[in-house]
């Protein structure tokens, strides 16, 4: 073995071992191992997204709302500056 590989070995063998015991080494672990969900944690889980997913529709509906108010707006201002040449 070279001996410039041994030191580049180490340095990497010893940022696994970090990343390992690092909050994201952890959150890893977690998710390949699968963590279990207890049924009224997957309830709340549920009504949240349910929450969220009414939520959504209704800042949707409201965003459709403001973009006619805008379209008629930009109508009017038309409008207007029409009837100043015009006048």
Do not use: C, H, W, Y
């Amino acid at each position: 073995m070279d001996r410039t590989l041994i030191p580049i070995v180490l340095f990497q063998v010893a940022g696994i071992v970090a990343l390992a015991f690092s909050p994201i080494g952890q959150a890893l672990a977690k998710r390949i191992g699968g963590t279990r969900v207890d049924a009224r944690e997957l309830e709340e889980l549920k009504a949240d997204v349910s929450d969220l997913r009414a939520e959504l529709d209704d800042v949707r509906s409201r965003a459709a709302q403001l973009e006619e108010m805008q379209e008629r707006l930009d109508f009017a201002e038309r409008m207007l500056a029409q009837g100043k040449k015009n006048g």
